[in-house]
């Protein structure tokens, strides 16, 4: 099979690999989209010990199991196997929280910028037939990561203003599920003009980057930014919620400055989503299907991973697609 590798500093080949065997608990999945995601952009710059790749979509290729032949989502976070005494956090249904297993799908494992990938059979998400593969990997970061969020923020502050700053696919999807969950009055920011369109089209109103002059009662942070973060912390209005959905390696020094000390404020930090929100995902997915197909801009082939990766992490590609078939 084919497979990418991540040398590190910016560098990417294609090579040739023995096609993997399923282990006890596993199946075999032939991948036919990966999206590319943001975060993978560590592994572009340090280097992977395995092949990264984590919003995938493909198809079982396991005769005798349950799904063969079905398309499938890999659900990125390995947990407890269903005939196993399960954590408590899978008992609960956080299976995203899982207390036993610390494995990530295409990060401490093979992932999908590879044509096959061995898969833990809990981790498998039918895909309907009416969701297609270029919107079904959407389901994963884009719908369910900014729907989770979003979902723990909404039971802390039900109605009022949003900010979501940083417009890339994680933002704009926050900017749908807001609108979609009954917040009338979302706004976005964004230093890419592009973007900030794309999220106008969708309803949001542009707010200035750095602008401190409005308070919002939540604050969706998806850029990871420090800059944007410590803003949030600042405009956020009293019994108000900062979201954090962006990721930064970096450390973060926050200033206690008078508007953040003098107020009652949450600040919560939400990670990916339970696989009990899939079926909800799905449903958004399928009330706003244009919207969402309007992030996906490209579809290409492996030998161009190295090209279109670099152009990804550049920000001239929004949501493009590594396509197999």
């Not at 799904?67 to 499938?72: A, C, E």
Request: with cysteine; glycine share 10%.
């Amino acid at each position: 099979m084919r497979a990418a590798v991540f040398h590190g500093a910016r560098r990417i080949s294609i090579g040739e690999q023995a096609i993997p065997a399923a282990g006890a608990g596993e199946v075999l999945l032939r991948v036919a989209r990966t999206a590319l995601c943001g975060s993978d952009a560590k592994l572009w710059l340090k280097g992977a010990a395995h092949t990264p790749g984590h919003e995938i979509a493909g198809i079982v290729e396991q005769p005798g199991h349950a799904l063969h032949g079905r398309r499938s989502l890999v659900y990125i976070p390995v947990h407890c196997a269903p005939h196993s005494d399960p954590c408590a956090s899978c008992s609960n249904g956080d299976t995203h929280l899982c207390l036993s297993e610390s494995t990530l799908v295409g990060w401490n494992r093979p992932g999908g910028y590879a044509e096959y990938l061995p898969v833990p059979e809990q981790c498998l998400l039918p895909v309907p037939d009416d969701v297609d593969d270029r919107l079904a990997p959407l389901l994963l970061d884009t719908i369910g990561t900014s729907g989770h969020g979003l979902r723990l923020a909404q039971a802390l502050v039900p109605d009022g203003d949003v900010l979501v700053t940083g417009a890339g696919p994680i933002g704009l999807g926050a900017v749908i599920a807001a609108a979609d969950m009954g917040y009338r009055d979302v706004w976005v920011a964004d230093p890419r003009a592009a973007r900030v369109e794309l999220a106008a089209a969708f309803g949001a109103r542009p707010h200035p980057v750095g602008d401190r002059s409005r308070r919002f009662h939540l604050v969706v942070e998806s850029s990871g930014a420090h800059a944007a973060r410590n803003q949030a912390l600042e405009i956020v209005r009293p019994k108000g919620v900062v979201l954090l959905l962006g990721e930064n390696d970096d450390p973060w020094t926050i200033e206690e400055t008078k508007p953040v000390r003098r107020k009652d404020f949450y600040m919560l930090r939400s990670f990916y989503f339970p696989k009990g929100d899939y079926a909800a995902n799905l449903e958004r997915l399928r009330r706003h299907r244009d919207r969402y197909a309007r992030l996906v801009d490209l579809e290409f082939g492996i030998e161009e991973l190295p090209q279109r990766f670099a152009e990804f992490a550049d920000g001239r590609l929004l949501k493009p697609l590594l396509a197999f078939d």
